[in-house]
């Protein structure tokens, strides 16, 4: 699998990102918590799947990958070229690690997900995907969201202890 790493236009794509959705929470939803809640879940959700899939080979670890390189080179582009600045690399020096039971609980959120994206409401499913997206781009960040992964990946490890507990 490809080196993942993350450059600063892809972190601030994905805060872009965030910033759209809470936007569209406020003016067009106006703060209705349920109407937020589907976009949190796959941000979250994006996160782990980039925990999960740093390093990795396997399709979960394929897809990420596409999107991360997808939104570096689309927040590379947005930084330097259309702006002037510079997009520096800000991928965190040491990843929150999954164990087994960690993966088994990143396994049954990608199952929910993909059952939402197929019977779910047709509104929700873009807030499904750019939070997935964003997710994906900040997870391996440095700063706040990226500090984020760290109770994310402990927890899913907390949970995936009970399930091993409870079925192994």
């Known amino acids: 699998m ?6 600063l236009g892809g972190v601030a794509l994905g805060v872009g990102i965030i910033l759209a959705f ?25 996160m782990l799947a980039a925990l999960a899939a740093l ?8 897809v990420t990958w596409v999107a991360l390189w997808a939104g570096n080179v689309a927040g590379y582009t947005a ?19 999954l164990t087994p039971g960690g993966y088994v609980i990143v396994f049954l959120l990608t199952i929910v997900l993909l059952g939402l994206l197929k ?6 499913k873009s807030k499904i995907l750019f939070g997935c997206l964003a997710g994906i781009l900040v ?27 409870v079925f192994g």
């Open 139 to 165: 997870a391996l960040s440095g700063t706040v969201a990226g500090v984020a992964a760290v109770p994310l990946g402990s927890g899913a490890n907390l949970a995936g202890t009970a399930f091993t507990g």
């Open 119 to 124: 019977w779910g409401p047709h509104q929700s």
């Open 22 to 46: 809470l936007m569209r929470w406020v003016m067009k939803e106006k703060k209705r918590l349920g109407a937020l809640v589907p976009f949190v879940l796959s941000l979250a959700y994006g």
């Open 2 to 7: 490809p080196y993942m790493a993350i450059n």
């Open 55 to 62: 390093g990795s080979v396997s399709a979960l670890g394929s």
């Open 79 to 97: 930084l330097v070229w259309g702006v002037g600045g510079e997009a520096p690399d800000v991928t965190r020096a040491q990843q929150m690690p």
